[in-house]
């Protein structure tokens, strides 16, 4: 007890390691991961009061209060929903003991603290998350001039239709095809999976 008292005091309980995947299974996060929806673990960091697991669809957190606790919160933050901006990775100075790479998901604020002998392995993770937010901001872009664009079509065609035509039956033929058309560039542009991103850029 007195072990883990001091570390609270002295901050060590809150520097985590890097997970390798053959101990994924035995943590607590990968109870959360739905392996079910092929859900599959890329990289895991576990301090004595957090576990941080990102897989191919999300970031699961679950939150420790301290490492003298077993209460925690599980949250999870899917990637499509919640967009990963501010990311940055700060060194370990001569006297430091760890590294901490920083990152924003939506409206929260990660600063996670890993011993620094993994630096390694988070200059990966680093590389998989600026990909994720790069790739996210072009996708919403691209959705966004599919939109415009469709605007512009429709209201070429209103302006040209012939006016003793079937207004609704124009009406109905246009809305499914702008219907179609949006599903279409929805699915390509709102990744939902990363999992070639994590494939791409972790080697751990």
């Not at 301090?47 to 897989?55: A, G, L, N």
């Not at 760890?98 to 200059?123: Q, R, W």
């Not at 065609?157 to 179609?180: E, G, K, P, W």
Request: net charge negative.
């Amino acid at each position: 007890m007195f072990g883990k008292l001091a570390a609270d005091v002295l901050g060590l309980s809150d520097v985590g390691v890097v997970v390798k995947p053959k101990d994924y299974d035995k943590v607590d996060a990968d109870d959360y991961v739905m392996h079910e929806d092929n859900e599959k673990i890329y990289f895991l960091i576990k301090s004595k009061s957090d576990e941080y697991c990102f897989t191919n669809l999300a970031l699961i957190h679950l939150d420790g209060k301290s490492a003298t606790s077993k209460k925690r919160t599980l949250r999870r933050f899917s990637y499509h929903t919640h967009k990963i901006t501010n990311v940055s990775l700060e060194t370990a100075g001569t006297v430091d003991l760890d590294v901490e790479i920083k990152f924003t998901m939506g409206a929260e604020h990660f600063s996670i603290d890993v011993n620094k002998k993994h630096l390694g392995e988070l200059k990966d993770l680093y590389k998989a998350l600026i990909k994720i937010s790069s790739l996210t901001h072009d996708n919403e872009i691209a959705l966004q001039h599919a939109r415009e664009s469709l605007g512009v079509a429709q209201s070429t065609i209103s302006s040209v239709a012939n006016l003793q035509a079937d207004v609704a039956a124009q009406f109905r033929t246009l809305n499914q095809y702008a219907f179609d058309w949006l599903t279409e560039a929805h699915e390509k542009y709102v990744v939902k999976d990363f999992g070639k991103v994590f494939e791409t850029y972790i080697h751990n």
